[in-house]
């Protein structure tokens, strides 16, 4: 194998690296922030703590912001 097709088999080196990282990058980046700051906001420590460790392409904070994140109604 080539080191030129290392990167990945559907794009070019130049755009795999100039364009598709930056771009998890920054999705992974808002998502996440996100779900820090509703962690934080809801008292979630133990979510907090995942969501600060564990990088995944913002599978879990889209989970954390959708599932769990909702305050509980006072009635």
Do not use: D
Request: aromatic content about 20%; glycine content about 4%.
């Amino acid at each position: 194998m080539e080191l030129s097709n290392w990167a990945c088999p559907f794009f070019p080196n130049w755009v795999f690296f100039s364009v598709v990282i930056p771009v998890l990058v920054i999705w992974e980046a808002v998502w996440k922030g996100i779900a820090l700051w509703r962690a934080a906001r809801n008292a979630h420590p133990a979510w907090f703590i995942c969501l600060l460790i564990f990088n995944t392409l913002a599978i879990l904070p889209i989970i954390y912001i959708f599932g769990f994140s909702k305050k509980k109604q006072q009635g």
